[in-house]
């Protein structure tokens, strides 16, 4: 007889399928009670049956075989395959911006999951300081994220625990990154070999001083990174705060488009839908001398826009209906400065957080937090344009393919979620299309950016 456990693991996986199925069918137009979906939950409640009645369950794994992406390989997987709950990482505090911040901490799981060892829970920077390390203010990784979430996203993948989940208080071994032109990807990836051995492995906890994992060489593809940063869940109290900054935008556009549109037809999208851009703009002073200096070691001429060039690109993009409202996600010290909001062409209402009227939302937290806000925002968008060599935009426009790969299994660029790189001359005067190549073997081109994006 099959114990409890497996039925209950078998239940779980059909009904999973089941749902994906439905899903996708009305995704690509069934109706929700169209008798084929009724159908398939008559096939459903008969295979549930056979789960509870017969074992070994044959159709499974067949049917996991041929699935296009069924079972979210993360949401029902198999415990056997887990990473071990007694053996511990740990890595040197997290620093920088927000997205150096999500990449190092997936670099920091997957160094653990080579290693097969559980990380123990890094603390995140609630500041923005590249020097003064005591500024730093350091802040809990579930204070940000949902720790439960994770793991149970990434179950079998990574896993995550509390200091508290340290059996036994012994010396952890501690291992110095190397650094300089000596220290090669090839010698860091031969010390972390080393760790998968006696007599490093036997050690409880290992940890890793040094530099920051953001500086770390990078050893694994694009895919996996992105598999970490689909665990990553912003807890609700910061999501609810996007949640509130998305309505307020779509509300905006909706109030827009009543103005112009009231003698016309009736408005086909309603308030919740009313479309908008999201545009990270960088054009600060200290990114404007970065990326100069960028171009000119790079011999690339495409890193740096001007204000009139995001504009003039925006412009173009094609089949926007306008009135259309735009997000501008900009850093502080630019709130004070009006013309970032002024010279926009007709039909384009650009808004910051400020004018927005949103600023008590972001002005509560700190850094770090400020900008998970953005991040959201600027994700759920329905375009968003932003800067191949940023690691910001970088990170959105990988979360957006994801999401379209997903949804679709569309591997060019689709109609909806798109993304574009201002940075970049498109077709037709307009920014050029942007989709993360979710093959690339390295996360280089998106930690350090790239002019090579397309779809
Ligand atoms: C990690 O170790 C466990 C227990 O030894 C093993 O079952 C599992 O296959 C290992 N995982 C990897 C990815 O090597
Ligand atoms: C904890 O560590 C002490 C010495 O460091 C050892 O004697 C003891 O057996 C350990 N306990 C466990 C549960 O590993
Ligand atoms: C708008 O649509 C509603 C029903 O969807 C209809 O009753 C109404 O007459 C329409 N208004 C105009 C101005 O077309
Ligand atoms: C920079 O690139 C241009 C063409 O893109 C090329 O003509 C020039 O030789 C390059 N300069 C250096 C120093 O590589």
Known sequence: MPSEEELGRNIARILAMAWMTCKRLIFLGFQRNSIFCKCLSLVCIALIFRAVFLYPFPGVGVLRENSFYWVHSSSVSNTQYGVRKDKFLEVPQIVW??????????????????????LLMPSLSASLFYKELE????????KIFQFERFNSLCNGFVRLSRYSDLSNRTVPFELQKGSGRKWTVERDLDQLKQCRENPID??????IVGKNPFLWHDHWPVKDY?????CLVLIDEIADEATKVVSKIREMGSNLRSKTETLQQNISSSKEHTPYVAVHMRIEKDWMIHCKKLEQRSNISQICSSKEEIMDRVAHIRGLTKPIILFLAVADSLLE????LSGW???????????????????KYPYLIKSAIDYEVCLRADIFVGNSFSTFSSLIALERTQKLIAMGGSRSCGLRWSSYAYNILGAFGGPQRWMTDMSDSSLNAISYGSNKISC
């Open 135 to 142: 500024l730093l203010q350091p802040i809990s990784f579930d």
């Open 226 to 230: 992105a598999k970490i940063f689909e």
């Open 202 to 207: 036997e050690y409880e906890s290992i940890r």
């Open 337 to 340: 400065d009006a013309s970032v």
């Open 345 to 363: 062409p007709d039909g384009f209402f650009p808004f910051e957080k400020k004018k927005l009227g949103v600023w008590d939302i972001y002005n």
């Open 97 to 118: 911006g927000l997205n150096n911040q999500k990449i190092s901490f997936a670099r920091a799981c997957l160094t653990s999951r080579m290693l097969n060892r559980t």
